[in-house]
């Protein structure tokens, strides 16, 4: 019993210690104003993690047309989804399925339903960003590979020819456009505290090495949009992690190219 008593003594001091933050002015983190709203978003979010939904009603509906031999999926991230593929490649039976926020594991869990079951005859497989940003949490590169060689082995598998690219280079210095209302522009985000330049080396490396070895063109949108700093061009992206319209004016012959190797 005297044991006991100097114990529970020391736990009450403890607790005390640990709640015992008292501040001299009250200003706590201010809350949504509509919290109940803000739960139900994110269980509906939850609901469909992976945005199998996202093409569903795109997909039966093209799937309900004859499979055309020259049929290419552009499997990505936001990247590809911002991405005017009927501008950059006008006539060609081109169809995106790019979704904004998406890590590799993501996309893998996409791979029949958006891309396997269309019947394409390629697909561009253009990922991993994401990934190192820590979109879904901590990543190994390893883990990153093995997803992009699951696609890989998916796709072919199934008789439909594989494109592997590069990751893009990020910027620190790209400028966002004004701000509404002729504004102020915001200040450029330090693209490379989320997406280090040297991760995107690391991956594009492996990726080179890995189309090479399962005989896939690699489409080095890097070497394409990347400038003597090692960060984007001047000029082809307004946040230093997407391409506007002057980047996928770069990017887009550097894929037709590949497209020309396997879709004939």
Known sequence: MRRILPLAAAALVVAATAHAQLVTTYDPPRSNCCLAGSAQTLANQLQDWNQLGRFHADNEALKQQAPDAKRVVFMGDSITDFWRLDQSFPGQPYV?????????????VRMYPDVIDLKPAAVVIFAGTNDIAQNNGPQTIEMIEENLMAMTELAQGHGIKVVLCSLTPISDHAQPPAGRNGGPAPAPRNQSTHRPPADILALNAWIKDYASRVKAPYVDY??????????FKDGISNDGLHPNAAGYELMAPVVEAALHQVVR
């Open 96 to 108: 995106n399925r790019g979704i904004s926020g998406q890590t590799t594991a993501q996309m893998l």
């Open 222 to 231: 890097y070497s394409a949009t990347v400038g003597p700093d090692g960060m």
